[in-house]
C-alpha cells in the first residue's frame, strides 16, 4: 500500500499532460516524460523528428516509434495540435487555448496564434456554393517571424 501512495504522489508532482496521459491509460515512462518535456518546452512547430533529436539528450535510449505514439496521444487529448508546413512535412506544436489561428515562420519555425477572422461571409458562401455544412475552419499563415526576416 505504502508503494501505491509513493507513486501516486509522484504522478500529481508531474507535467499536467503525464497526468492527463496516465488518467488515460497511458504509462508513465522515461521515454514519454522525454517527448512531453520536449513538446511543453517549445514555441515552434516540431516535426516527429525534430522531437526525437531534442528528447533523446535526456533519454538516450528513446525509440522513435514512441515518439510517433507519444505525439497521438498527445493530439488525441486536445494538448497539441498537429500543423502542415509548406514543405510538406507535418509538425506539431502546444495546442492553443479556444479558438485560434496560426503564424508560421517558414525559416525557424516559431508559431504565434492570433484571434479573430472575418471569414463568416466567406464560409457562408462556400458553404452555400459547395452544400458543405462547414462545422469548423482552420487558418495557417506562412511567412518569416522578425527575427528572420
Known amino acids: 500500500m505504502k508503494t501505491i501512495i509513493n507513486i501516486r504522489k509522484f504522478i500529481m508532482n508531474e507535467h499536467p499532460w503525464l497526468t492527463q496521459l496516465n488518467e488515460h491509460g497511458y504509462r508513465l515512462t522515461g521515454a514519454r ?31 522513435l516509434v514512441t515518439v510517433y ?20 512535412c507535418q509538425a506539431f506544436i502546444t ?8 503564424l508560421l515562420c517558414q525559416q ?8 479573430g477572422d472575418d471569414l463568416e461571409t466567406l464560409i457562408q458562401d462556400i458553404a452555400r456554393r459547395t452544400g458543405y455544412q462547414i462545422t469548423e475552419h482552420w487558418l495557417q499563415l506562412f511567412g518569416f517571424c522578425p527575427n528572420c526576416r
Open 33 to 63: 516524460r522525454a517527448v512531453v518535456e520536449t513538446m511543453a518546452a517549445s514555441n515552434h512547430a516540431l516535426t516527429p523528428i525534430e522531437v526525437y533529436d531534442t528528447a533523446r539528450e535526456s533519454y538516450p535510449a528513446l525509440g
Open 69 to 88: 505514439r507519444t505525439l497521438e496521444a498527445l493530439e488525441e487529448q486536445g494538448l497539441i495540435q498537429r500543423v502542415h508546413q509548406p514543405s510538406g
Open 108 to 115: 525557424c519555425g516559431q508559431t504565434t496564434a492570433f484571434e
Open 95 to 102: 495546442a492553443p487555448a479556444g479558438h485560434q489561428h496560426l
